[in-house]
């Protein structure tokens, strides 16, 4: 097995557990990601190396997961509402304006290339309800449309509205706390 085979293989069960979170069944999930280490590994020359190598994966398993999607969709889970935790009352004030402010994040572009910040997104996607998960991951990561993702989850525009504005409240606030509090905390200012 040569040395980019070892590390294709090595970031399989992190690519599982994303088409997990899309697909929400384990053997469509792993049909998509045999799929994408396929086709990584008939075309190695194909990852020019100007990004790390789960960046490529992931892109080419956006694709899978798409094909996938579309081959299941009439046997797709339909996912009820969420769960009615109503996170803009804990954040905003009756106007509509900021509780509190939130802190300056910096240069977020900065934090964006540090590997670490996915890994403290990947776990904070992972305590969202599982349909603001799904939906947020199924608009931002496979940037699918509003009208395939209604389709897809038998959902109404305003509930797809509802549940991205929801999980965007509480990824910020999980990322507020876990990545941007916690790198002002632990670095001093420049």
Do not use: Y
Not at 9 to 25: C, D, G, Y
Not at 64 to 80: F, M, N, S, Y
Not at 151 to 179: D, M, S, Y
């Amino acid at each position: 097995m040569t040395d980019f085979a070892r590390e294709v293989q090595a970031l399989r069960p992190q690519l599982m557990r994303f088409a997990r979170s899309q697909l929400r069944n384990d053997a469509w999930a792993e049909d998509a990601v045999s799929d994408t280490l396929l086709a990584a590994l008939e075309k190695p020359q194909s990852f020019g190396g100007h990004s790390q190598l789960k960046t490529w994966l992931v892109g080419i398993l956006k694709h899978k997961l798409i094909d996938q999607l579309r081959r299941h969709a009439r046997e797709a889970t339909v996912l009820g509402s969420d769960d009615g935790n109503d996170v803009d009352d804990l954040l905003f004030n009756g106007s509509g304006h900021w509780r509190e402010a939130p802190q300056d994040w910096g240069d977020p572009e900065q934090h964006f290339r540090q590997r670490e910040f996915f890994e403290v997104l990947e776990a904070c996607l992972a305590e969202l309800p599982p349909t603001q998960a799904r939906v947020f991951m199924m608009r931002e990561w496979l940037e699918l449309d509003t009208a395939e993702i209604c389709k897809e989850l038998a959902i109404t525009p305003t509930n797809l509205w509802v549940l991205l504005h929801r999980a965007r409240l509480r990824l910020r606030g999980c990322l507020q706390e876990r990545w941007f509090g916690a790198a002002q905390s632990t670095h001093p200012p420049p």
